[in-house]
């Protein structure tokens, strides 16, 4: 199902949209306006729960860049209709403030179109990035650019690239964009908008400025164990420089998605060499951060899968033992890491739509956009 472009706000926003944004109106308050932050680092560990983070640590030796938070919180991850969420449905919880179906992206539970905070940014005159390991149109950046009723439908979702004004996005999926059913080639249509489209990582590092669409791979990208290498700390410094233009900010969603894939897998090495990875990718953002004090960081996941456990390790060799309940995704809470401007807001229990109502807040958003 394809939208048409007036249905672009949800409609139940009027409804839902004050009430969690009531909620969270107090915590705001105590932060002065000069405070505030400019830009947000979103970044997702899909499929990551505290084992899956205890695991990355155990493997790199007592060592990870996650250790620099000291605000950490915790998310219900449940998703509209279902105890256990899909990545589909907890992007679109993360991304637009409301729970919805698990298989949708950027829809409620009713598949009405339902704003992102990337288009709100993107409203309020801020850059916009998305990255990712994972073929950029998979459900968890789709969920943040899309507005579909079916998480598999990868060349509608690339459709929607193209309706908005991204400024950067590096991940998989160029077939979606380039061997389409429909026959239409969207690289020619990107570039028609002034995108750089580059297939390359070696070249996509050494972009500093303009529009830039780096599709690093026909589908998925590789895992670290088979070759990706540094892909997912070089796209996040790269999609940092570019947007670091503007002055007003930036809005930068970045997902690990294949600590999610290993645990699917049962593969502790691969949820191992991923988690780190992934934390690279967080080391990249804090470094930022720390020499630009209005940027906040938030480290989060959509869900937690497998149902991992640590049945023993030593930090000094670098080994784990684990266990895995399951194949699938789980319902525990998932951890919430912030550094930087509101930080403590994302302190305690809280749910994944908060996260987004807590970003629409601190950047000064309202559901008008303005």
Known sequence: MRFHPFFFTCLALSVCFPIAYKACAQDINTIADGNKPANIILLIGDGMGLAQIHTGLTVNKGTLNLL??????????????????????????????????????????????????????????????????????????????????????????ALDFLKTDIDVFIGGGRDNFASRKDHRNLIQELRMKNYQVIFSMDSIKNVHQGKLAGLTAPGHNLSIQDGRD?????????????????????????????????AHYNNPNMVAQEMIDFDK??????????????????????????????IGGNFREGTVNVNFATTNHTGIMVPVFAFGPGAELFQGFQENTDIFFRMMQLYGFSSSGK
């Open 68 to 157: 620099q938070f000291k605000q950490i919180g915790f998310s219900r991850t449940q998703s509209a209709n279902n105890y256990i969420t899909d990545s589909g449905a907890g992007g679109t919880a993360i991304s637009t403030g409301h729970k919805t179906y698990n298989g949708a992206i950027g829809v409620d539970k009713n598949s009405f179109p339902c704003k992102s905070i990337l288009e709100y940014a993107e409203e309020n005159g801020l850059s916009t990035g998305l990255v990712s390991t994972s073929a950029i149109t998979h459900a968890t950046p789709a969920s943040f650019i899309a507005h579909n009723k079916k998480r598999e439908d990868y060349e509608g979702i």
């Open 230 to 262: 540094d892909m997912l700390k070089n796209a996040t410094a790269t999609a940092i420089n570019i947007l670091d233009n503007n002055e007003k900010g930036f809005f930068l969603m970045v997902e690990g998605s294949m600590i999610d894939f290993g």
């Open 281 to 310: 990718a967080v080391g990249v953002a804090l470094e930022y951060a720390q020499s630009h004090p209005h940027t906040l960081v938030i480290v989060t996941a959509d869900h937690e899968t497998g149902g991992m456990s640590i």
